[in-house]
C-alpha cells in the first residue's frame, strides 16, 4: 500500500530523515512512536505530500506519489495534521463537508447523499451537537474530533494522523483509537498514525515503528517490537514492558521510584 525507499529529508541543512525505507501493507495500522524530534511528524508530511522537496522514494500502489495530482492524492489519502489552520471561521458542518471536495466535480455543490454521509460521521463521533458551532467556539478536544471526523469523511483507503488523541481525555482518546481499529478492521483502511502515547499505540495497532534521530531503530508486529531495551535505548527511561492483564497486549511501566530515580 506504501513503499518507503531510502527517504532523506533535511530542514536548512538539518538532517531529518535519514535513509527511510519500510513497506505498510494494505489494512495495516501503524503506530508511529519515538521522542521528540525523532522526525515521525516530518516522515508522516512526506507520505502524504505536504513535503515534496526530499530524496529517495514514496509510492502508493506501487506509484511514485510524485505521480499523483494533488486531487488524485487527496482521493486515497486522507491526512489530520497537528493545528491545522483555517482562514475563516467555519461552521462545524462545512468543515467536515470539505473532506467530500474531491469528489466534487467543477462548480458541484454537495449532494443529499454527501451531507448525509457527514451527518453520520457526526453521529458515529458522538458531536452531531456541533454541527452549528464555528471553529472559534471549540475547544482544543472538539477541534480535534472535527478534524478526524473531516479525515473520516474523506473516505480514502489510507488515513495518516500525526497524534490523533491530542487535547483529548483519556475516554475521548480510547474512543478515538476504537473508532480508528474499527475503521481498519471493518472498513479495511490502511492507517499510519504517530502517537506520544505508546500504551495506545501498543493496545491498538498491529505494527510499531520507533523512530529516534531520523533513522528507524526497529518496525514489525507490535508485540515483538515493543521490548525493554528498544525502548529504554530510544526514550532514555527504565521501562518495562508487561503483558495487559485484560488485553493481553504489551503494556509499558515508567520503573521510578517515588523521589523520582530510576529504580534500577
Not at 529529508?9 to 519500510?22: A, Q, W
Not at 502508493?60 to 489552520?85: F, G, T
Not at 469528489?103 to 463521533?125: A, C, H, P, R, S
Request: negative net charge; contains cysteine.
Amino acid at each position: 500500500m506504501i513503499k518507503v525507499s531510502n527517504l532523506f529529508y533535511s530542514y536548512s541543512e538539518k538532517p531529518v530523515l535519514d535513509d527511510i525505507s519500510f513497506i505498510i501493507d494494505r489494512n495495516d495500522f501503524v503506530g508511529v512512536i519515538g521522542p521528540n524530534g525523532a522526525g515521525k511528524s516530518t516522515l508522516l508530511k512526506c507520505l502524504c505530500g505536504y513535503l515534496n522537496d526530499y530524496r529517495g522514494n514514496v509510492y502508493l500502489d506501487n506509484i511514485p506519489l510524485s505521480d499523483y495530482s494533488s486531487l488524485e492524492r487527496a482521493r486515497h489519502v486522507s491526512v489530520v495534521v497537528q493545528q491545522p489552520h483555517f482562514e475563516f471561521d467555519f461552521t462545524v458542518q462545512d468543515v467536515v463537508l470539505m473532506g467530500k471536495y474531491p469528489y466534487l466535480g467543477f462548480w458541484q455543490n454537495y449532494t443529499n447523499e454527501q451531507i448525509v454521509q457527514t451527518e453520520l460521521i457526526l453521529k458515529d463521533l458522538n458531536i452531531s451537537h456541533l454541527s452549528n458551532r464555528h471553529l472559534g467556539e471549540l475547544s482544543g478536544g472538539e477541534f480535534q474530533l472535527i478534524m478526524i471526523a473531516r479525515a473520516l469523511n474523506q473516505d480514502t483507503d489510507i488515513l495518516l494522523f500525526d497524534e490523533p488523541a491530542s487535547h483529548l481525555d483519556i475516554h475521548h482518546q480510547i474512543r478515538i483509537f476504537t473508532l480508528l481499529q474499527q475503521q481498519n478492521l471493518k472498513q479495511n483502511k490502511t492507517i499510519f498514525a504517530v502517537s506520544h502515547n505508546i500504551n495506545l499505540a501498543a493496545e491498538f495497532c498491529n505494527k510499531i515503528l520507533i523512530l529516534d534521530n531520523g533513522r528507524i531503530i526497529s518496525f514489525g508486529k507490535t508485540e515483538d517490537v515493543l521490548k525493554n531495551k528498544a525502548l529504554r535505548e530510544v526514550f532514555r527511561v527504565p521501562i518495562e514492558v508487561i503483558k495487559n492483564p485484560y488485553t493481553g497486549k504489551p503494556n509499558i511501566l515508567y520503573n521510578y521510584s517515588q523521589n523520582g530515580e530510576p529504580n534500577d
